[in-house]
């Protein structure tokens, strides 16, 4: 009895010898990782872990667009007629009689091509967008500034930057020359809301 007593009791210790000893026989053979990132089995950063730190390093375009010098003050379908268009006032103001930036000049029904005039009458203040992509508020203003007309020819698809009357930069895309069986020329217009004199040095 006292032979079955003394095994009982060599087992436990056993046992509890090996409850000590085996996390750190483990850990030399299977390192902890210290990692502030989820780490999955191959040991590399988890897919949620790297998207994670890629959106917190990329900045948010949105967030841009929409404020300082980037901010939009009007976006919108704006049918340009022979009147004068303000596109300054928000909604834009087709018929406007005075702080007007734009009008069709076209010669009549069927002109070939139609076209954009600037005002005030005589200003180099528009600029046909000639890049690949739809430019952002900076190479409008830089390629009105260094290309600048007061009237251009416009097709369908045809991107002009403008300079407005009170100095916003415009935006204007063609979608129809002939809008209104000719009556006008069918455009999506975006107005930065910044004038220049305060806003071109921080614009990007």
Known sequence: MAAVTSSLAT????????V????HASSGNNPVQHTSQPVNHSGTQSSSAATSASASSTPSDSSAALSGANAVQFQGRVLITVNEVDLDSVPVNNGASSQASVYDSSTGLGANPYQLSALP???ATLATWTGSSTPN???????????????????NG????????QDRV??????????????GI???????????????????
């Open 186 to 204: 069918m455009t999506d217009v975006t107005v930065w809301s910044s004038v220049i004199s305060t806003a071109t040095a921080t614009a990007s």
């Open 170 to 183: 415009a935006l204007i895309k063609v979608v129809d020359d002939q809008a209104d069986s000719g009556e």
């Open 20 to 23: 000590v000893i085996w996390p």
């Open 158 to 165: 045809t991107m002009v930057c403008v300079i407005t009357a």
């Open 121 to 123: 009458y005589g200003n």
């Open 11 to 18: 087992a436990v210790v056993a046992v509890a010898v090996a």
């Open 137 to 155: 508020r900076t190479q409008c203003y830089d390629q009105v500034a260094s290309q600048g007309v007061n009237e251009l020819p416009v097709t």
